[in-house]
């Protein structure tokens, strides 16, 4: 459930504000409001620390081992300092590299010179100026009798000279202006400045084992920014200093505590109905907070005024996670890695919890339809043969009365049938929220509900062929095109004949919405299409394998190996675009559900 908040205002004496500050990040309970940002000075050391940490991940050898102390901060300063010096003074010889690279091919045409003999001739009195023309300009240059030049070797297929002098302008040519270096010198200067890159990589090598050192000084330097951040929050003048944040209820007694103990003025008030800023702490019950990882990979979060469905969502995500795997052996070597991964934690995660459920459930799943690893020899084993029930058999040669066609039905059936329950759920928990906030529209969602079991009817008729009258089944669509037509514009704060009038006024949206509820119901087939799409790719890599035999058994192995596991990370990505979006769009949209939630981040030591 979403924890209901309240809104806390505590003051106190100027002299007394860092005292206050301590406090309220002691008890760890308030998420400041209007929370500003933290001291430059301090937020641009965390993001230097931090960049520099992510940079000497390219520097750490696999093999070598991390340093088991933890630095003393004197000790890590001294270090920290020396990859800051080794990073810039890399960048610095690769940026000289580049640009006597850059020089190397600007000058290379013109031949090996030396630009402080230039200099040397310039001082004495003899200013060349050197360039390259077509033959049609050198010919006219050898015609200017007042011009000194030097031929020189052809530079780019053209001809190059060397003027005492400058050029006359009606002669049309290519300047050629010599560097500080020649090109000897460029290569040197590469040379030495590729040794010391080699020397900065190997400070770069030795500082990346210290990275316990590195997280030490960072989580250090994450609380100065909290800190200052909520420093810049506080609000006052000469005599009195005040902050304002959201607090849970259940953690109310902690804010009095402190403003007690601190000799703080407290004031408590309800949070206002237009505040949109309100954040939204969950409040987990020991199932659904398994679902916890899936919505921080996403992202997602309900609004403060929005209902929980953690519990829905981990439901529904297991069963559509078991159904897309779809394949039994894939569940039991995702459970393999799954004890093996919480063996190595040595301490149980949530992580850990949430993929044994889905691994559970996916070898379930693949128990009941007989596919293991897609080999059809599965169901040759009587054990395997008998956990399947029969009308959901992949192979269904194997079980008397059943056929290809009825299999196939059956699961799209399901696959409708749940996707069904789901969007009922969604507009039943729509109507219950509502109800309590005596919102007559409910009454829509309502409509909505009949609406998605009439398509659901109709789906069957139309892709499974069942033989349902259809005329009963546009009568329920046509009352929930009425219900939602006449009540889907209320609301608590308009009057009965004013929610009518803006129901009417969406008629067409809400008859393409009726429309595109067909489409809603319609996509959970994706759950058997995506399921049998897994199956025909390991079955065609294990064709693919049993046609090599003698000498190519070994690679015939190696095509099996790299083809299931392909098919395993596409099923993955298939969980994420499939049965997330299942979750996130179809069920949410019927519980009126849009994921505006801010995460509740209090004011707190992180350790």
């Given amino acids: 459930m979403v924890e209901k908040m309240k809104m806390v205002h505590i003051v106190t004496t ?53 340093a088991d102390e933890v630095l003393a901060d004197d000790e890590f300063n001294k270090m920290y300092d020396g990859v800051l010096e080794a990073i810039d003074r890399r960048a610095a010889l690769g940026a000289d590299i580049a640009s006597s690279n850059t ?9 090996e010179f030396s630009p402080e003999e230039l200099k040397e001739l310039k001082e004495a009195g003899y200013d060349f100026h050197f360039y390259r023309m077509g033959s049609k300009e ?33 002669i049309q040519a290519t300047e050629f202006i010599p560097g500080e270096s020649s090109v000897s010198e460029l290569k040197q200067k590469i040379e030495d400045a590729k040794k010391g890159i080699e020397e900065c990589d190997e400070t770069l090598k030795a500082a990346s084992v210290y990275d316990a050192s590195f997280k030490k000084q960072l989580l250090r330097l994450q609380n100065e920014v909290n800190y200052s951040s ?118 149980g995660s949530t992580v850990t919890f949430l993929l044994f459920v889905l691994s559970i459930a996916t070898v379930v799943w693949g128990a009941i339809t007989g596919t293991w690893f897609g080999m059809k020899s599965a169901m040759e084993v009587e054990f395997l043969r008998n956990l399947v029930i029969d009308p959901f058999a992949t192979y269904p040669e194997y079980f008397p009365g059943v056929d290809s066609t009825m299999t196939q039905n059956t699961i799209m059936k399901f696959s409708f049938s749940i996707g069904a329950i789901q969007m009922v759920l969604g507009s039943i928990l729509a109507i219950k929220d509502k109800i309590v906030k005596k919102d007559l529209s409910w009454v829509s969602n309502a409509g909505w509900a009949i609406a998605v079991v009439g398509m659901y009817l109709l789906a069957l008729n139309l892709v499974i062929h069942e033989n349902i009258s259809l005329k009963p089944v546009f009568a329920l669509i046509g009352v929930a095109f009425v219900l939602v037509l006449l009540f889907g514009g209320m609301s608590p704060d308009k009057t009965f004949g004013q929610g009518l009038k803006a129901g009417l006024a969406n008629a067409f949206t809400d008859f393409l919405d009726t429309i595109s509820c067909f489409g809603n119901v319609m996509s959970y087939i994706r759950l058997f299409a995506v399921g049998m799409a897994g199956v025909a790719i390991s079955q065609s890599f294990n ?39 299942l979750n996130v769009l179809e069920f949410s949209g019927q519980v009126g559900l849009e994921w505006t939630g801010l995460p509740y981040e209090p004011f707190k030591e992180v350790e």
């Fill in 138 to 170: 050198f010919q006219a240059l050898r015609d200017e009798e007042d011009v000194r030049f030097i031929r020189l070797a052809p530079v780019d297929k053209q001809d190059a000279v060397a003027v005492f002098g400058t050029l006359p302008a009606s």
């Fill in 543 to 581: 064709g693919i394998a049993a046609g090599m035999h003698g000498p190519l058994i070994i690679l015939g192995v190696v095509v099996v190996l790299i083809g299931h596991a392909l098919n395993i990370i596409m099923c993955f990505l298939s969980v994420v675009v499939h049965g997330v979006r």
């Fill in 230 to 347: 909520a420093n810049e929050t506080v609000q006052g003048d000469n005599d009195f200093v005040w902050i304002s944040g959201y607090v849970p209820e259940i953690s109310l007694d902690k804010v009095k505590a402190m403003a007690a103990e601190k000799k703080c003025a407290l004031a408590v008030d309800d949070v206002s109905e237009e505040d949109d800023k309100i954040p939204t702490k969950l409040r987990y019950t020991k199932i659904s907070k398994l679902i916890e990882p899936v919505f921080n990979i996403l992202g997602v979060l309900p609004g403060y005024r929005e209902q929980d469905v953690s519990l829905w969502f981990f439901l529904f995500f297991t069963l559509f996670f078991a159904m897309i795997i779809g394949d039994g052996g894939y569940g039991l070597l995702i459970l393999i890695g799954t004890i093996a991964l919480r063996i190595k934690q040595k301490k």
């Fill in 103 to 111: 020089e190397i091919d600007r000058i290379s045409a013109w031949g």
């Fill in 14 to 66: 100027a002299s007394a504000k860092e005292e206050m500050l301590k406090g309220l990040r002691d008890i760890g309970v308030v998420h400041l409001a209007e929370k500003q940002s933290a001291d430059r000075e301090v937020s641009d050391r965390f993001q230097t620390m931090s960049r520099t940490e992510m940079a000497l991940k390219d520097y750490a050898d696999p093999k070598q081992k991390q």
